[in-house]
């Protein structure tokens, strides 16, 4: 029996079905935050920057739940359910906050609910495949979708100023709450097993950061995930402010470029080899940055759209290509342990970094019109641009990628 045929239809069906629910619940409200408190909410650039770095909290402390909790004693689809069912309660209420303070709390506590969900569906999936090599990929591509999905429905019903996103996603939020009960079962992996706070967070993974190339590729993922932030936490703000029609449905052009590159990444390796590869990814945040500041929604919108294109290469190229040197560069008894660091620098401490860093330059360069503010996009842009090209001349002087040996056997 082949490693295909062991993943029936009714199993491959529900996973799909789940990965679409859950990157769709994130779709909805995630993109188009930064208008509704923008624009709708009058929140100021501090105050949006400090609702998006609810997600990097999340990110840190995602790993304790997950590994300290779900792993040990609960099956993952019961624990992705109950998650989940409290997520989609909890957007609502964010849904009917219009006070700052309250509203980061309450969404900070619906990132501790859903960051773990991450990991769980994850979970769920490898563990009904007899080769997760061969047929996760196939089943993660239903999240794209659902990604995208959900900002062609947003932006068709032109609700991005509004809360309507969040019950969109606090709906979903619950469907796939009840649903997960109805997923195979998928049992904790460390029953009865004691797991120490190093594990949780891959501490064991800073034995490599011994080898200079590997300590530069974290410092260089650290810091391109800060002006990464700039990127999610304002570009819908940025578009409708600008007048871009569909901005949440133009967005979506992204992860298409990404599901694109995905494609293409095994020959540009053989072509191209680690370091141009994550140096093209960076190069590509710079670009974006750049295209963003000197476009414009009439005669060079197209600018625009370049820029929202280009994160296929911007994530694929430099965050899946870090991932994969990772794995090649850490020996087999801590490669998950790399992995749970690195994501922990990059979506966990960088991102926070980047929202802390963004919201005080949105803010600078705001103007009150009537009740509304203007904001001084090309200056803003120039930030994150900056700051990306620093990260490139970091990575091309001192990075060196040492094909066929890891850090560990040098």
């Known amino acids: 029996m082949s490693a295909e045929s062991t993943l029936s239809t009714s199993v491959r069906v529900r996973l799909s079905a789940m990965m679409f629910l859950q990157f769709f619940i994130w779709g909805a409200w995630f993109v188009t935050m930064g208008t509704y408190l923008l624009q709708g909410l009058k929140f100021t650039g ?53 006070d700052p303070s309250a509203f980061f709390w309450v969404l900070l506590i619906y990132a501790l609910c859903y960051n773990p969900t991450l990991a769980l569906v994850n979970a769920v999936s490898f563990h009904q495949m007899a080769s997760p090599a061969k047929q996760f990929p196939a089943i993660r591509v239903f999240g794209s979708l659902g990604w995208i999905t959900a900002g062609w429905i947003v932006g068709l019903l032109a609700i991005e100023d509004q809360a309507g996103p969040l019950r969109l996603a606090a709906a979903s939020s619950a469907a796939l709450g009840i649903f997960a009960f109805f997923l195979p079962n998928t049992p904790p992996k460390s029953l009865g097993r004691k797991v120490a706070v190093r594990d949780v967070l891959g501490l064991d993974a800073l034995r490599l950061m011994k080898d200079r190339s590997f300590a530069i590729f974290v410092l260089g993922s650290l810091l391109i995930s800060i002006p990464l932030a700039f990127y999610y936490n304002f570009t819908n703000a940025f578009l409708n402010e600008m007048g871009v029609q569909n901005a949440a449905g133009k967005m ?46 009439e005669e060079l919108v197209f600018m625009y759209y370049i820029a929202i294109i280009l994160h296929g290469i911007c994530y694929d190229f430099f965050f899946v290509t870090g991932q994969i040197y990772v794995d090649n560069a850490a020996p087999k008894e801590i490669q998950a342990s790399a992995q749970g660091f690195i ?28 009740d509304a503010f203007v904001h001084d996009w090309t200056a803003i842009w120039m930030y994150p641009a900056t700051m990306a090209f620093v990260v490139i001349l970091l990575f091309a002087f001192f990075f060196k990628d040492q094909q066929g040996q890891t850090p560990a056997a040098s």
């Not at 004693?73 to 069912?85: D, I, R």
């Not at 370091?275 to 093209?280: A, G, I």
């Not at 949105?362 to 009150?368: E, G, N, Q, W």
């Open 252 to 297: 979506t052009m992204g992860q298409m470029s990404e599901v694109l590159f995905m494609l293409v990444m095994p020959l540009c390796f053989v072509r191209l080899g680690v370091k141009r590869m994550l140096l093209l990814g960076m190069a590509a945040w710079a670009g974006r940055y750049i295209l963003f500041a000197y476009g414009n929604a």
């Open 343 to 370: 994501t922990l620098i990059t979506y966990g401490v960088g991102m926070l970094i980047g929202t802390w860093i963004s919201g005080p330059v949105v803010d600078f360069y705001a103007t009150k019109v009537g």
């Open 46 to 98: 501090v105050e949006t920057a400090q609702a998006y770095s609810t997600m990097p909290w999340g990110a840190i402390v995602a790993p304790f739940l997950v590994g300290m909790v779900a792993d040990r004693f609960f099956s993952a689809e019961k624990v992705l359910g109950v998650m989940h069912l409290l997520g989609g309660a909890l957007l609502y209420v964010v849904s009917t906050i219009t």
